[in-house]
Nanobody, 121 residues
Framework: EVQLVESGGGLVQAGGSLRLSCAASGFIFDDYAIAWFRQAPGKEREAVSCINSSDAATYYADSVKGRFTISKDHAKNTVYLQMNSLKPEDTAVYYC??????????????WGKGTLVTVSS
Protein backbone atom coordinates (compact mmCIF):
# COMPACT_ATOMS: atom_id res chain seq x y z
CA GLU A 1 0.00 0.00 0.00
CA VAL A 2 1.37 3.38 -1.02
CA GLN A 3 1.59 5.83 1.82
CA LEU A 4 2.85 9.37 2.22
CA VAL A 5 2.50 10.45 5.81
CA GLU A 6 3.13 14.06 6.75
CA SER A 7 3.99 15.21 10.25
CA GLY A 8 5.41 18.22 12.01
CA GLY A 9 2.65 20.73 11.49
CA GLY A 10 1.33 22.91 14.28
CA LEU A 11 0.88 26.40 15.61
CA VAL A 12 3.82 28.78 15.56
CA GLN A 13 4.30 32.50 15.92
CA ALA A 14 5.38 34.63 13.02
CA GLY A 15 9.14 34.48 12.64
CA GLY A 16 9.28 30.98 14.03
CA SER A 17 10.27 27.68 12.45
CA LEU A 18 8.80 24.27 11.80
CA ARG A 19 10.11 21.17 10.13
CA LEU A 20 7.69 19.03 8.22
CA SER A 21 8.40 15.39 7.46
CA CYS A 22 7.00 13.16 4.75
CA ALA A 23 7.53 9.45 5.30
CA ALA A 24 7.07 7.38 2.15
CA SER A 25 6.32 3.69 1.81
CA GLY A 26 4.83 1.25 -0.67
CA PHE A 27 6.72 2.45 -3.73
CA ILE A 28 10.31 2.81 -4.89
CA PHE A 29 11.29 6.03 -3.16
CA ASP A 30 14.35 6.63 -5.34
CA ASP A 31 12.22 6.62 -8.50
CA TYR A 32 10.12 9.57 -7.44
CA ALA A 33 10.53 13.26 -6.96
CA ILE A 34 8.87 14.43 -3.78
CA ALA A 35 7.06 17.72 -3.64
CA TRP A 36 5.34 19.84 -1.05
CA PHE A 37 2.13 21.63 -1.88
CA ARG A 38 -0.03 23.79 0.33
CA GLN A 39 -3.61 24.97 0.35
CA ALA A 40 -4.74 27.93 2.38
CA PRO A 41 -8.40 28.43 3.29
CA GLY A 42 -10.34 29.63 0.29
CA LYS A 43 -7.37 29.34 -2.05
CA GLU A 44 -6.19 26.87 -4.63
CA ARG A 45 -3.50 24.35 -3.89
CA GLU A 46 -0.05 25.63 -4.83
CA ALA A 47 3.35 24.05 -5.24
CA VAL A 48 5.84 25.03 -2.56
CA SER A 49 8.95 22.98 -3.16
CA CYS A 50 10.21 19.83 -4.83
CA ILE A 51 13.30 17.64 -4.82
CA ASN A 52 14.27 15.40 -7.71
CA SER A 53 14.76 11.70 -7.39
CA SER A 54 18.09 11.41 -9.16
CA ASP A 55 20.17 14.56 -9.02
CA ALA A 56 18.45 15.96 -5.91
CA ALA A 57 17.84 19.24 -7.69
CA THR A 58 15.51 21.42 -5.70
CA TYR A 59 12.80 23.87 -6.64
CA TYR A 60 11.03 26.52 -4.62
CA ALA A 61 8.11 28.84 -5.09
CA ASP A 62 9.21 32.47 -5.10
CA SER A 63 7.18 33.09 -1.97
CA VAL A 64 9.30 30.70 0.09
CA LYS A 65 12.76 31.03 -1.46
CA GLY A 66 15.38 31.78 1.14
CA ARG A 67 13.09 30.69 3.97
CA PHE A 68 12.25 27.05 3.22
CA THR A 69 14.66 24.20 2.57
CA ILE A 70 13.73 20.79 1.22
CA SER A 71 15.91 17.75 1.82
CA LYS A 72 15.65 13.98 1.81
CA ASP A 73 17.00 11.03 3.71
CA HIS A 74 17.21 7.99 1.43
CA ALA A 75 17.85 5.64 4.33
CA LYS A 76 14.59 6.68 5.98
CA ASN A 77 12.55 7.23 2.77
CA THR A 78 11.70 10.60 4.20
CA VAL A 79 11.62 14.13 2.82
CA TYR A 80 11.80 17.17 5.05
CA LEU A 81 10.69 20.75 4.63
CA GLN A 82 12.47 23.10 6.98
CA MET A 83 10.44 26.28 7.24
CA ASN A 84 12.05 29.34 8.79
CA SER A 85 10.93 32.94 9.20
CA LEU A 86 7.34 31.84 8.95
CA LYS A 87 4.69 34.39 8.05
CA PRO A 88 0.94 34.36 8.65
CA GLU A 89 0.47 33.91 4.90
CA ASP A 90 2.24 30.54 5.19
CA THR A 91 -0.78 29.24 7.07
CA ALA A 92 -2.15 26.29 5.13
CA VAL A 93 -2.52 22.56 4.98
CA TYR A 94 0.74 21.20 3.63
CA TYR A 95 0.64 18.12 1.45
CA CYS A 96 3.41 15.79 0.42
CA UNK A 97 3.25 14.39 -3.12
CA UNK A 98 5.22 11.93 -5.23
CA UNK A 99 5.91 12.57 -8.91
CA UNK A 100 7.55 9.91 -11.06
CA UNK A 101 11.23 10.70 -11.68
CA UNK A 102 11.36 14.49 -11.77
CA UNK A 103 9.80 17.63 -10.36
CA UNK A 104 9.33 18.97 -13.88
CA UNK A 105 7.27 15.94 -14.82
CA UNK A 106 4.28 17.79 -13.42
CA UNK A 107 1.89 14.96 -12.68
CA UNK A 108 1.39 13.80 -9.12
CA UNK A 109 1.07 10.06 -8.70
CA UNK A 110 0.52 9.91 -4.96
CA TRP A 111 -0.71 12.34 -2.32
CA GLY A 112 -0.46 12.45 1.42
CA LYS A 113 -3.34 13.55 3.61
CA GLY A 114 -1.76 16.77 4.76
CA THR A 115 -0.62 18.47 7.92
CA LEU A 116 -1.88 21.84 9.15
CA VAL A 117 0.50 24.72 9.69
CA THR A 118 -0.86 27.79 11.43
CA VAL A 119 1.27 30.91 11.80
CA SER A 120 -0.04 33.51 14.20
CA SER A 121 0.79 37.18 13.90
Amino acid sequence: EVQLVESGGGLVQAGGSLRLSCAASGFIFDDYAIAWFRQAPGKEREAVSCINSSDAATYYADSVKGRFTISKDHAKNTVYLQMNSLKPEDTAVYYCAAQFLACTQGLVDYWGKGTLVTVSS
